[in-house]
């Protein structure tokens, strides 16, 4: 099969996030898209935990203004469409079908898989069109079912390697079946302790630790086919994208804020603090490293660890001294692996590179 790049499309991953995330018109009319009946979450509630996770700490961000907080509130999720608008789902007639190369094929109502065990699972899941420094990442307690079990039990061909979820909006994603190894992938129905919103996927969506979304996270999904990576793709595989999409290392300088036109929050001279979050694949972040101009690196203190599948914030006490400072941050992961300081761009498997902020101060 050929592959082209078509830049145009290249560009949509982050293009539809930014028109969502800047102008309110523009999500109020990619929601009401879909011609026929208005959407509306259909007396769904949330299915109860066998086994809850933990309370979690109390939040860092709580006594540092400015960082990200440990979970990212539902409303303030970033959020990835191809454009299609959400498609108009009852929850009486949606169903899940498994099938493709699998002795089992099945099909479940939202009563059948709810009634399967259900757990929660604390994980970060980010875009590959994320850039060094950019906010397309999210931390949520997510509430579903096993996606390993599911995929066990319909019997998955020996020759078969990939997992593909559809929705009906036209997204598919196909991620390894080496993924379903036990860190926890489910297809999820809730979100920090509520249904999926409408914008996140509801009724469920695959959550697959460790994967950018573009490869795993299909929201409103209604299939998933056993295949093969020779014989299918998913959406954004022919349009320039990687077939393998696991989350790289990276860190990011939440607050101060660089400076520039736009800055909210001018810096003054004097008791500051650095912070910040940081992510991996599926490594825990085992340090996070500062430098302020050409000083040496210094260690950030680290946040509460919720789990390997989760980001984690940090944050150094910083004297400022006036005049204009740079800010440098780099994460390191419990193998030992350093976050690259070689700049990678976003196409065609995520960004790399250290964040670095300038910043007056005065
Ligand atoms: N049905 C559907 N699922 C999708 C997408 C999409 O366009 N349609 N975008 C994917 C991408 S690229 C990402 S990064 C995540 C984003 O999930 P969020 O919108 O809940 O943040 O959803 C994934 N799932
Ligand atoms: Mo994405």
Known sequence: MVIQVNRRDIFKIAGVATLVGAIGFTAKNILNSPVGTPIKKLNSSLPKALKFLPTPPIDPAL?????????????????????????????????????GMVDHPSEFTYKELTSRPIYELDATISCVSN???????????????????????????????QVMSFSDDGFSAGFPIAALDGHGAMIAFGMNGDPLPLE??????????????????????????????????????????????????????????????????????????????????????????????????????LGPELAATTWRQWWVDWNAIKGSSSITVRAIDSSGEIQTSNITPTVPNGAEGWHTINVKVS
């Open 200 to 301: 996140n996927g509801y009724p469920a969506r695959v959550i697959v630790p460790g994967l950018y979304g573009y490869v795993s996270a299909t929201k409103w999904v209604n299939r998933i086919d056993i295949t093969r990576f020779d014989q299918e793709q998913g959406f954004w595989i022919p349009r320039g994208w990687s077939a393998k999409g696991p989350v790289k290392l990276q860190s990011r300088i939440d607050t101060p804020q660089a400076s520039g036109f736009f800055t909210s929050k001018p810096v003054t001279a004097g008791k500051n603090v650095i912070a910040g979050v940081a992510w991996s694949s599926l490594k825990s972040i085992a340090r996070v490293e500062v430098r302020i101009n050409n000083d040496p690196w210094v260690s950030a203190t």
């Open 131 to 161: 850039e060094v420094g950019g906010k397309l990442a999210g931390n949520a307690r997510w509430t579903g079912i096993s996606l390993d079990d599911l995929i066990r039990e319909a019997g998955p061909s020996k020759n078969a390697d």
């Open 63 to 99: 006594k540092t203004p400015g960082l990200t907080p440990l979970f990212t509130p539902n409303k303030e999720f970033f959020r990835i469409d191809i454009g299609n608008g959400i498609p108009n789902i009852s929850l009486d007639t949606w169903k899940l079908k498994i099938g």
